[in-house]
């Protein structure tokens, strides 16, 4: 009497994503890129961000440091001009320092060190997290997608100052577009006269302003086609 045949073995499907996760070009070549990218809570792609290195699920943005790239970024300038573009994005910014940490860090004093850390926890409003490696890094990627599904739409509204003028009020309106300071939305408006004519632009077109470029102009259409 023949056995009846064996069922195969089910094999049940990989789980989805949990969250997107943007990473800018430049990190392509990082150990932390390949864990994300081998990572199943996270949809990767990969593509060019306005600021910051790691955007999840479109609400938190990550810049990320070695010790090292610290404080070269410290001396060199670089560390403050990334800040100020952190600062204006409608993401919720931090900045992720990766160890493992240096015994010393040549030409950096220690006192630098901690004095641009809490420059820009105070003057940027911009947290500054410490990981001990990669794998830590990855760790502390996910828990960020624990809490942005608990924090909803993060992005903070602008308080101080209302503009009363229309004109005036205008270029405040555009400075909420990524990317987009006093300059650059003052040649906006001279461009296309209007906040809906500037809306309403294509890619290419905003891109032709003086100072706005691909980047910007591809941040300003995701924002408005969201």
Known sequence: MLAPPTASPSHAP?????????????????????????????????RSLVAGDYLIADQIVVER?????????????????????LAR?????????????????????????KGAVLSLAVGWRLP???????????RLLKML????????????????????????RKLYVLQGLPGVGPTIARRL??????????IEADEEDLAAVRGCGPKRAAAIQALIRS
Do not use: M
């Not at 409608?90 to 006192?111: A, C, D, N, S, Y």
């Not at 408006?189 to 004519?197: D, P, Q, S, V």
């Open 189 to 198: 408006l001279e461009r296309f006269g209007t906040i809906r004519n500037v």
């Open 145 to 168: 997608g624990d809490q942005s599904e608990r924090l909803g739409c993060l992005e903070l509204p602008r308080q101080g100052y209302r503009p009363k003028r229309l004109q005036t």
């Open 89 to 113: 994005t409608r993401w919720r910014p931090l900045l992720l320092v990766e160890g493992p940490k240096p015994p010393r860090t040549p030409g950096v004093h220690p006192h630098a060190l």
């Open 65 to 85: 440091k070695t010790y090292a790239d610290f404080a070269i970024s410290i001396v060199d300038g670089r560390l403050f001009h990334q800040a100020a573009r």
């Open 14 to 46: 990989a789980p989805a994503p949990r969250w997107r996760l943007d990473v800018d070009y430049r990190e392509a070549a990082t150990s932390l890129f390949s864990l994300v990218r081998a990572c199943s809570v996270f949809d990767v792609q990969l």
């Open 128 to 138: 500054v997290i410490f990981s001990r490696s990669t794998e830590e890094s990855l």
